[in-house]
């Protein structure tokens, strides 16, 4: 599974922007996907996840509520449309494939085999 992140760029602080994540690996439409983000100086940290079927979604607290991640399997792509962005924001946003992953690790980096290259999001104050 290869994955392909995009959509990234710079928006003033409460604005939306929206990252996608594409593949033409077949097996993406059985995978848990997750978007992660890392911002300069910092750890790598979990912003959300779908299950393969689209039915569960699990967010950061920190972008609960701001953040919403869907998929189309027909499509291949996972999208995370991002509104009421704040300058905290900021970083690459990685998006992660994975199977088998269960609900207590699911917020792990570890558990999620495949990675695209990141895409950056800045938010300007």
């Known amino acids: 599974v290869q994955l392909q992140a995009s959509g990234g760029g710079l928006v003033q602080a409460g604005g939306s922007l929206r990252v996608s994540c594409a593949t033409s690996?077949?097996?993406?439409?059985?995978?848990?996907v997750g978007w992660f983000r890392q911002a300069p100086g910092k750890e790598r940290e979990f912003v959300a996840a779908?299950?393969?079927?689209?039915?569960?979604?699990y967010y950061a607290d920190s972008v609960k509520g701001r953040f919403t991640i869907s998929r189309d399997n027909a499509k291949n792509t996972v999208t995370l449309q991002m509104n009421r962005l704040k300058p905290e924001d900021t970083a690459v946003y990685y998006c992660?494939?994975?199977?088998?992953?269960?609900?207590?690790?699911?917020?792990?980096?570890?558990?999620?085999?495949?990675w695209g290259q990141g895409t950056q999001v800045t938010v300007s104050s």
């Open positions: 992660a494939a994975g199977s088998g992953i269960i609900l207590s690790s699911i917020r792990s980096e570890s558990q999620y085999r495949y």
């Open positions: 690996g077949r097996a993406f439409s059985s995978h848990t």
């Open positions: 779908i299950r393969s079927s689209g039915g569960n979604t």
